[in-house]
T-cell receptor, first 109, second 113 residues
Framework: SQQGEEDPQALSIQEGENATMNCSYK?????LQWYRQNSGRGLVHLIL?????REKHSGRLRVTLDTSKKSSSLLITASRAADTASYFC?????????FGAGTRLTVKP | NAGVMQNPRHLVRRRGQEARLRCSPM?????VYWYRQLPEEGLKFMVY????????ESGMPKERFSAEFPKEGPSILRIQQVVRGDSAAYFC???????????FGSGTRLTVV
């Protein structure tokens, strides 16, 4: 069954702007992960945040986690056309991992 | 380390034929997950396997679909008597024991004609 739900389903921004994507989930988790999928390609792991962490950075990526609200956000700063892709959140509970339906991000040059 | 290998990359089958999708996990990984991605949709969980065991198949259609992960060799997702609605990208992921970042294969794109 699905676990995470991304919001919005689609997002279109101009190059240089920031992009924020949200993910909500329903059950307890050990960690939450964000993935990117370029059209026609496999998934690429971006960042993992553990349930006892509140914020994590990796380059232009910033992820927050609010376990009380069961939600996470992914912020991409200073977006580039190459950031155009689908972004998925995945929740992990022990060895069980579930994905949301994804947010389709389009960055216009 | 070659990563998660899925083959074939593209598979075309006529309605009623069988499709076999293979996934070789990363070396040392004993957990395998299969996901299906329909056109314009997100990933949907299908099945979670460990060596020789199906742990969770709650996402598998009740009929025509089966999966295995034998002691030796790749994990196999088998679709019998394919129909046009089975056309999708099928992704496999593997992980070692634990819950950190999983590694995905590049997927198999199944087209049923």
């Amino acid at each position: 069954s699905q676990q995470g739900e991304e919001d919005p389903q689609a997002l279109s921004i101009q190059e240089g702007e920031n992009a924020t994507m949200n993910c909500s989930y329903k059950t307890s988790i050990n960690n939450l992960q964000w993935y990117r999928q370029n059209s026609g390609r496999g998934l690429v792991h971006l960042i993992l945040i553990r349930s006892n962490e509140r914020e994590k950075h990796s380059g232009r990526l910033r992820v927050t986690l609010d376990t009380s609200k069961k939600s996470s956000s992914l912020l991409i700063t200073a977006s580039r056309a190459a950031d155009t892709a689908s972004y998925f959140c995945a929740t992990a509970n022990n060895n069980d991992m579930r994905f949301g339906a994804g947010t389709r991000l389009t960055v216009k040059p | 380390n070659a990563g998660v290998m899925q083959n074939p990359r593209h598979l075309v089958r006529r309605r009623g034929q069988e499709a076999r999708l293979r996934c070789s996990p990363m070396k040392g990984h004993s957990h395998v997950y299969w996901y299906r991605q329909l056109p314009e949709e997100g990933l949907k969980f299908m099945v979670y396997l460990q060596k020789e065991n199906i742990i969770d198949e709650s996402g598998m259609p009740k009929e025509r679909f089966s999966a295995e992960f034998p002691k030796e060799g790749p994990s196999i997702l088998r679709i019998q008597q394919v129909v046009r609605g089975d056309s999708a990208a099928y992704f496999c992921a593997s992980s070692p024991v634990g819950d950190y970042g999983y590694t995905f294969g590049s997927g198999t794109r199944l087209t049923v004609v």
